[in-house]
Every structure is written in structure tokens, then in C-alpha cells.
């Protein structure tokens, strides 16, 4: 199994900020597919203020290129994509076209 983390902002709007919680909290169904077919076991997001991050437990043969891959063929994913960029913002060290960030570890016990 593999760990990742991840980063995001969303737009400092508290009305977007409700709202993108709210459509957490009923992800569309065929979202959820997509994530659980990529081979990811489990994802969790926090937020702090507008910062988001996002932590996936994944098999051994998950990457991020093969992902993107499906998603782009996805057009329910597209959709749900496009919806998400409405609440969010890219962090200022993404690079073109990079969304959600991976973060490097620095500790662990």
C-alpha cells in the first residue's frame, strides 16, 4: 500500500466554501467509482481556513498517470472537475496544469 498527500486552496468565499463541503458530503456516485476502480482504498480531505489537503491510501499499482488517464475519458469526472475548479484555486508553487499538489514528508514515528 501506498500513502499520499496532497494539496489545494479554495477561494477565500465563505458562500463557495459552504458549498463545496456540502457537495462532499454527497459526491456523485460515479465519482466515487472512479476513485475506488484507480485503486485508491481510502481518501480523506481536511480544510484549514481555505487550505485543503487530501490524504490517499492507495494499492501498489496506482499512479497518478493512469489516473489522469481514465479521468480524462471520464465525462462524469470531467464534469464533477470542472464543477470543483467553480470553489478552488491552484496553491502558488503548482505548476501548468497541476491541481492538487503532492506534498513531500517530512516526519514520521
Do not use: C
Not at 494539496?7 to 468565499?13: A, E, R
Not at 487550505?51 to 492507495?58: N, Q
Not at 469526472?77 to 475548479?85: D, F, S
Amino acid at each position: 500500500m501506498k500513502r499520499y498527500a496532497l494539496t489545494l486552496d479554495l477561494k477565500n468565499d465563505q458562500q463557495l466554501i459552504q458549498e463545496y463541503e456540502e457537495l462532499h458530503q454527497k459526491v456523485w456516485p460515479e465519482i466515487l467509482k472512479s476513485i475506488i476502480s484507480s485503486g485508491i482504498h481510502n481518501m480523506e480531505i481536511y480544510r484549514m481556513d481555505t487550505r485543503l489537503f487530501m490524504m490517499m491510501d492507495t494499492s501498489n499499482e496506482f499512479s497518478f498517470e493512469n489516473k489522469a488517464k481514465i479521468d480524462a475519458e471520464n465525462d462524469k469526472v470531467q464534469e464533477w472537475e470542472h464543477l470543483m475548479w467553480k470553489y478552488q484555486q491552484k496553491i502558488p508553487s503548482a505548476k501548468p496544469g497541476e491541481k492538487w499538489v503532492l506534498m513531500n514528508k517530512i516526519f514520521e514515528i
